[in-house]
C-alpha cells in the first residue's frame, strides 16, 4: 500500500468523470440504461460513516481527496459508502483533520457525504449508499430498532433518494447491511419478513428516484433451515423474489467470508476447497446462474493469515471472475479489526 502524506500530489480528475449515467439490470448483468453495456461494480468499501465518528475514517491522516485518488488508482469503479441514520441528523462529524480537510472538519455528516459522492464523480467513481447501522452504536438484526422505526428508515431512505435523485453518480442503495438472527425471507410475519420489508423500502425509494438499483442482501436463515453467513443466504428467491414496481431494478448481495473471520461446517470439508463453489451456488450463485436477477457480493475480506484464507480466497476470486459477478471488497481502510484493509496501518 501506498502511504499518503499531506504533500502526496493528487492527480487531476479525467476529463470524462461527470458523464455517469444510470444503470439498470437485464438479466444476470448490470447494463449502462442508455446503451445496453455491461457494468461490473468493482468496489470497495470506505466506512466510517456508520460509526460515532460519522466520516469516512483516515480522514485525520490524508484528504478526502487523497484517500479517492488512491482508489481511483488502484482500479475501483464504485465505492460501497456505509452510514448510520443517526448519522444522518448530527450536526458535525468527529476526527476530520482540518489542516487537510478544512471544508470538511466542521461540515455535518450530511455535507460529508455530499463531498464524498462529488469527489467520486470528479474521479469517475460511483457511489453505493449502505445503511449499515441504525445507531452508530451496533449493526441490528432487523431493519428496525426501538429507537429507529421502520418508518425512519424508509423516510431516510426517500430523502436521500430525493438529495441525489439528478446524480447518477450515486447508483444503489443497500436497504439494510447483514439481516441476521430473527429476520426471515418471505415467511409472512411483517415484524420480521426481510423480503417484504425489502419491497416496502425498494418500492418507496423508486417512488422518488425510478433509477436506482435497489440492492438486496439476504438473511441468515434460510427458508429451508440452511444457515449461512449474516446477510449470506439467498435461497428464498428462488420462490419469493423481491419483485418492485419498476422493472429491472433489483440487485442481489450476499456476503462471503472465510474461517478466520467465523468458523463455518463447510470449511472442514475433506475436499475443501474445491466444495465452496457448491455452497456459494446453493445459497446464491444460482440467481445469477439462472439469470434471475445480478449478484453483488457486497463484503469480502480477508488479512491472509492462513492457509485456509488463501485457499478460499483464491476460490471466491475464481468464481466471480468466472461468472463475471460484481464485488465490494471490506475494506478500503485499515482499521478493520477482522479483515484488516487495502492499506496499512500506517
Known amino acids: 500500500a501506498v502511504v499518503l502524506t499531506a504533500s502526496l500530489t493528487v492527480p487531476a480528475a479525467p476529463a470524462d468523470a461527470a458523464t455517469a449515467q444510470w444503470l439498470r439490470t437485464s438479466g444476470a448483468k448490470i447494463q449502462v440504461a442508455a446503451t445496453g453495456a455491461t457494468f461490473t461494480v468493482k468496489a470497495t468499501s470506505w466506512f466510517g460513516m456508520e460509526t460515532d465518528t460519522c466520516a469516512p475514517h483516515g480522514l485525520w491522516s490524508i484528504s478526502l481527496k487523497q484517500g479517492m485518488a488512491q482508489i481511483a488508482g488502484m482500479g475501483f469503479n464504485t465505492i460501497r459508502l456505509p452510514f448510520a441514520n443517526e448519522c444522518l441528523t448530527r450536526k458535525t462529524a468527529n476526527s476530520v483533520n482540518q489542516a ?10 450530511l455535507k460529508i457525504m455530499d463531498a464524498v459522492i462529488a469527489t467520486a464523480r470528479a474521479y469517475g467513481i460511483r457511489v453505493i449508499l449502505d445503511r449499515h447501522r441504525p445507531g452508530t452504536d451496533a449493526q441490528s438484526e432487523l431493519w428496525y430498532t426501538p429507537q429507529y422505526s421502520e418508518k425512519r428508515w424508509i423516510s431516510d431512505w426517500k430523502m436521500l433518494a430525493q438529495r441525489y435523485r439528478n446524480n447518477s453518480t450515486v447508483i444503489g442503495v443497500d436497504l439494510h447491511n447483514e439481516p441476521r438472527g430473527a429476520a426471515c425471507w418471505g415467511c409472512g410475519d411483517r415484524s420480521r419478513d426481510w423480503q417484504a420489508a425489502a419491497v416496502r423500502a425498494g418500492n418507496a425509494v423508486l417512488d422518488v428516484n425510478p433509477h436506482l438499483l435497489v440492492i438486496v442482501e439476504g438473511v441468515q436463515n434460510g427458508p429451508d433451515g440452511s444457515a449461512t453467513w449474516w446477510g449470506g443466504n439467498l435461497r428464498g428467491v428462488a420462490k419469493k423474489p423481491v419483485t418492485l414496481k419498476v422493472k429491472n431494478r433489483v440487485v442481489y448481495s450476499p ?21 465452496l463453489p457448491g455452497v456459494w451456488e446453493s445459497n446464491w450463485g444460482y440467481i445469477a446462474s439462472k439469470k434471475i436477477a445480478p449478484v453483488l457480493i457486497g463484503e469480502f475480506g480477508t488479512k491472509l493469515q492462513t492457509s485456509s484464507d488463501k485457499k478460499w480466497l483464491a476460490k471466491l476470486v475464481g468464481y466471480i471472475k468466472d461468472r463475471g459477478l460484481g464485488w465490494a471488497y471490506w475494506s478500503f481502510n485499515p ?7 487495502l492499506l496499512k496501518d500506517d
Not at 467470508?257 to 476447497?273: E, G, K
Not at 482499521?335 to 484493509?341: M, Y
Open 335 to 341: 482499521n478493520s479489526g477482522d479483515t484488516g484493509g
Open 100 to 109: 487537510l480537510n478544512p471544508t470538511l472538519a466542521t461540515a455535518s455528516p
Open 255 to 275: 456476503h462471503e467470508y472465510p474461517s478466520s473471520i467465523s468458523d463455518q461446517p463447510w470449511f472442514h470439508n475433506a475436499n475443501y476447497p474445491a466444495n
